[in-house]
């Protein structure tokens, strides 16, 4: 099976920065696109930022400017750099990535997800 670990989360004061990472381990052919989402409580999940598998990016306009996501092929792992944080950047952040386990086959996969509080 394949799964998603995230780290990185954590109580930051408005203004500071925070830096996740999402390693996939398991059966894994390659990795297509892989994303950050993220959701605040009594609000739906929302995309925050994706990547392809040749480093194209997209992000949500809310943090264009503040938030890079990056990913490093050779470990399986997405980065999200986020900077001049801000309260309403409180939610929990979830990783996602569309993995081929082999060749033709082909899912969908969610990380647990990480707390990330801002405030002071």
């Known amino acids: 099976q394949v799964q998603l670990m995230e780290s990185g989360g954590g109580l930051v004061q408005p203004g500071g920065s925070l830096r996740l990472s999402c390693a996939a381990s398991?059966?894994?052919?390659?990795?297509?696109?892989m994303a950050w989402y993220r959701q605040a409580p009594g609000k739906q999940r929302e995309l925050v930022a994706a990547?392809?598998?040749?480093?194209?990016?997209n992000y949500a306009d809310f943090v264009k400017g503040r938030f890079t996501i990056s990913r490093d092929n050779a470990r399986n792992t997405v980065y999200l750099q986020m900077n001049s944080l801000k309260p309403e950047d409180t939610a929990v952040y979830y990783c996602?990535?569309?993995?081929?386990?082999?060749?033709?086959?082909?899912?969908?996969?969610w990380g647990q997800g990480t707390q990330v509080t801002v405030s002071s």
């Open positions: 990547i392809t598998s040749g480093s194209s990016t």
């Open positions: 996602n990535a569309d993995i081929n386990r082999s060749r033709g086959v082909r899912s969908n996969y």
């Open positions: 398991g059966s894994i052919f390659s990795i297509n696109a």
